[in-house]
C-alpha cells in the first residue's frame, strides 16, 4: 500500500473538482475501507476454514486476475502517437 496510496491519492485530486475533492477524498477512503476489510474477512476465513496455503492461493489468484485485466485493458486502449 506504501507504492500504491500516494498515486491513487493523486488520481483522486486530479479526477476531482476543486470544490469537491474533501468528499472525493472521503468516498474513496470509505471505498478502500470497505474493499480492504471483505478481503481481510475473506483471508482469515479461507485460513480459518481451509488453510494458510488456500489464503495465498487465492491472493495470487487474484493478483494474477489483475494483471491480465491490465493486459487487457493496455490491448483494448488506442495508441496516442501518431504514426510517421
Given at each position: ?5 500516494g498515486?491513487?491519492a ?17 468516498f ?57
Amino acid at each position: 500500500m506504501g507504492f500504491s496510496q500516494g498515486l491513487l491519492a493523486a488520481l483522486v485530486a486530479d479526477a476531482a473538482p476543486i470544490d469537491r475533492r474533501g468528499n472525493a477524498f472521503g468516498f474513496f477512503s470509505l471505498v478502500s475501507g470497505i474493499v480492504l476489510l471483505s478481503a481481510s474477512v475473506l483471508a482469515g476465513v479461507l485460513w480459518d476454514q481451509i488453510g494458510a496455503a488456500a489464503t495465498f492461493y487465492t491472493g495470487a489468484s487474484f493478483a494474477a486476475l489483475g494483471v491480465v485485466g491490465l493486459l487487457l485493458q493496455l490491448r483494448s486502449t488506442p495508441s496516442t502517437t501518431t504514426p510517421d
